[in-house]
């Protein structure tokens, strides 16, 4: 595949590329642009984001798990299937999904529509806001209508499943290619996460042989 290729990794093929601002209760717009104006003003007490756009906040919302009309995607097919086997819940078939990015589909945050102005299903490629975006190799699909779920054309023929008996198998293989908590989340909270899993499994304790 060409690099214009992105993946996104879910545990669970039940689940839908639907933003979490649409999930669980009702949607309503008018409470999803009042999160997201609290947001921002909450936000400014915690970082200095001077020039920043709405798509910046909105990016910078996602990373830290605000809800939001973003979904995470990865040009590091490996990623995407490291989050598909290392997330919840764990005893599923986990699935990857490939979707093509054409020009039309990114989005330009100085010119183009506010996120609350798109009217159809873009791509932006986020300012590095935090060292796990840039870690993850990731960018979002910005999605006009939260509460539908997303399926473009040859979704199903682009979508890899890896069964549930095989995640486990599908984990410790990425680990030995470097790809686990620690490298994906930069951060010490990474850091923990990959040692703990190492510790559990015995897996790479190099230092208690």
Known sequence: MNSRWVFRGCASKA??????????AEFDPRHERQLFQDFKREARLHVAMPGAT??????????YGLPTRLLD???????????????????EDAIVYAHPLGGSSMIDPERGPGPFEIAEVGFLLP????PRIASQKGLFSAHPDPASAWTPPGMAENSFVIPRDTRAVFQRNLFQLGVDA???????EGVCLSLT????L??????AL
């Open 15 to 24: 689940f839908e590329c639907k933003p979490s601002a649409g999930r669980g």
């Open 54 to 63: 709405d798509w910046d906040w909105l990016a910078l919302g996602q990373h």
């Open 73 to 91: 995607w990865t040009t590091n097919p490996l990623i995407a299937c490291f989050f598909a086997v290392a997330s919840q819940p764990a005893n």
């Open 127 to 130: 300012s590095a806001l935090a």
């Open 182 to 188: 620690a490298h994906i989340w930069a951060s010490l």
């Open 197 to 200: 899993w190492q510790y559990r």
């Open 202 to 207: 015995r897996i790479g304790l190099g230092a």
